[in-house]
């Protein structure tokens, strides 16, 4: 049973979703850039998501909000059964290139083009922000067997770091109404469903290691609202991003840093009637 089965008018109205416009037109710009700028995500994480998935035989698992495909490589050492799933079409075109061989599908979260109960696991990482509604999570709950597990993943800068929360502090008023993680936001659809129960919470550490203009001043460059801006301020933000990491480090935009990350991630079940 489904347990917030939209209307099927009500259904019908929400067939076409639009995305934010940081989302769109960020996104869609910025793909490349994403692709080569934003970290990776911590070997860690395998072991943890295979205690939560418990399951001897490979799990089917869909990569949902997939992006460029950066999160794959933690599924494909958890199964060779992958599914990767994102709208935005200069996103996928780069995963697509990176990972040939994963199925990937072009839509959106709320219209998810597979079968009723036919996926182990549900894996939105860097993603669940963007569409953290009733409808989302919805088909979630009706692709996903009994029991199968949503997964929720996010790399977020370490801001205990004086200069990483400096940046941090510098980027706040440009976000506007973009979704955020860290506004918490996303829980709250949450309380408005009973159909999944939250199972674990765990944060792990990581760095990213390059020169400063690659893993702070463009990764920042990549951030969807920042990357929606007009080139010249992108550029005058760059310009301020490494300014910022020579007063507090002394490091040079040619200099190597680690950029500290927390990636916080949780775990939810998909409960059914008895």
Known sequence: MLFYRCPADKKAQNMTQFLHPAAEQGFSTAAELYQQVRPSYPQALVTWLKNQLKSDAAPVCVDLGAGTGK??????????HVIAVEPVAEMLAQLQQH????QSIQAYSHTLPLPDASVDAVCCAQSFHWFANLETLNEIYRVLKPGGQLLLIWNQRDTSIDWVKALAEHIAPLEGDTPRFHSGQWRQVFSAATGFNANAEATF?????????QVVSKRLLSTSFIAALPEHQQQQLKQQFEQIVLQYTGKQPQQQIDFPYLTHVYSFTKITEQ
Do not use: R
């Open 99 to 102: 990972y040939p061989d994963v």
């Open 205 to 213: 550490q990581q760095s990213q290691s390059g020169t400063v203009e």
């Open 71 to 80: 999160f794959l490589p933690i599924l494909q050492q958890l199964s060779p």
